[in-house]
Every structure is written in C-alpha cells, then in structure tokens.
T-cell receptor, first 113, second 113 residues
Framework: EPEVTQTPSHQVTQMGQEVILRCVPI?????FYWYRQILGQKVEFLVS????????KSEIFDDQFSVERPDGSNFTLKIRSTKLEDSAMYFCASRRDGSYEQYFGPGTRLTVT | AQSVTQLGSHVSVSEGALVLLRCNYSSSVPPYLFWYVQYPNQGLQLLLK??????LVKGINGFEAEFKKSETSFHLTKPSAHMSDAAEYFC???????????FGAGTTVTVRA
C-alpha cells in the first residue's frame, strides 16, 4: 500500500541553523500539508500546498519557514534559522483530488539545542 | 474556525471492555470529522471519518463513531478492547471550504490484560 515517507526520522540541530525536512507524498496525490506537534501539545496545522504554491498557512508559518516541491516526488519544509521553540514532531500529509482523507507520514522529530 | 476538545488525556481499559473516547467540536459550518490513531513511532492513521449521510460511521479495527449535531459530539467507541488498541487517538475536524485539520489534544489508551 502506498505511504507517505519522511526523512530523517530524527534531526538534532543547533539554534540558528537551517534545517530541511523531507517528505515523499503518495505519488498520485496533489495536495500536501505540514503539521507539527510540540511535545505535550496538539497537532497544529502549518501550511497547505497545491499546484506549486501555498494554499493556506497558519500564523505559526512565519518568514522563517518555507516549503518547496523541488521535483516530482519530494515536498520539503525549510526552517531558515531554528529556535528552541521549533523543537517538535513535524508531520507531512498528502491528499488526492476529490478525497477528504489526508495520509500522514511517520514524522520527523526535530530537536533544537 | 474550528476547534476540538477531547475529554481525558489518558484512558485505561481492561481487555474485552468497552472503549469510549470523547470528542466535542465547534465549527461555524457543517464539519467533516475524523478519528486518527497513532501507534508508537508511526504516523497518524485514519480510523474513520464523517462527511455526510449516515451519522453512525464504522471504521477499521472494530471502531465506530456517531456524529451528534445537537451535542456537537463525535465520540469513538469499540465494544471490546484488544491489547493491540493501545495507542494515541486524535479527533480532528475540517470544513467544506478548506481541508486543513484542527486536532484535539489526543487521548492515550492503555489496555490492561
């Protein structure tokens, strides 16, 4: 069964460094999402992406964040200058056209020290 | 805007007993409602969803949920718990205008032998 994959599973970085989290959505899906979950808190929506542009973003998704679909398979989330409060589990999800169901990847745990 | 409240961050049940996880939502438009399950070190997996039609929806692994508009609830039940049901469960809502998910805080289920 097709699944969303994410790499790395765990990323440790120093404050102020740039990180890129990678996702490979399901191949025939057209809508892509990033969510994050800070330890002990709710899963929060960050951004949605369709047709090579951002559809919607939350107030969390400030200028430090960017998303890109650099080729036909990858979907990336970049944090330009990480802060301690960016430490969280980041989930990628994808959805095919005409369906309400989002398929989630296993997540990347980002630890900023 | 939508929001979700899950009552009880932890639920402990005996194997074979009823599992009941509570979810209440608020939404300014007719909602789409979802339950996701997360097993350790895995992504979020859809258990079941309500979009339109029958208010009692059945999902995978013997779970079901009932949409009650008058109570703004979407509680998840399973008649007989199995050890493999130990996981974290998330209720989520989206609407017809966009598909981003708003999640509850999650409920961790432990199953006692």
């Amino acid at each position: 069964e097709p699944e969303v994959t994410q790499t790395p599973s765990h990323q440790v970085t120093q404050m102020g460094q740039e990180v890129i989290l990678r996702c490979v959505p399901i191949s025939n899906h057209l809508y892509f999402y990033w969510y994050r979950q800070i330890l002990g808190q709710k899963v929060e929506f960050l951004v949605s992406f369709y047709n090579n542009e951002i559809s919607e973003k939350s107030e969390i998704f400030d200028d430090q964040f960017s998303v890109e679909r650099p080729d036909g398979s990858n979907f990336t989330l970049k944090i330009r200058s990480t802060k301690l409060e960016d430490s969280a589990m980041y989930f990628c999800a994808s959805r095919r056209d005409g369906s309400y169901e989002q398929y989630f990847g296993p997540g990347t745990r980002l630890t900023v020290t | 805007a939508q929001s979700v409240t899950q009552l009880g961050s932890h639920v402990s049940v005996s194997e074979g007993a009823l599992v009941l996880l509570r979810c209440n939502y608020s939404s300014s438009v007719p909602p789409y409602l979802f339950w996701y399950v997360q097993y350790p070190n895995q992504g979020l997996q859809l258990l079941l969803k309500y979009t339109t039609g029958a208010t009692l929806v059945k999902g995978i692994n013997g779970f079901e949920a009932e949409f009650k508009k008058s109570e703004t609830s979407f509680h998840l039940t399973k008649p007989s718990a199995h050890m493999s049901d130990a996981a974290e469960y998330f209720c989520a809502v989206s609407d017809q205008n966009d598909y981003k998910l708003s999640f509850g805080a999650g409920t961790t289920v432990t199953v006692r032998a």
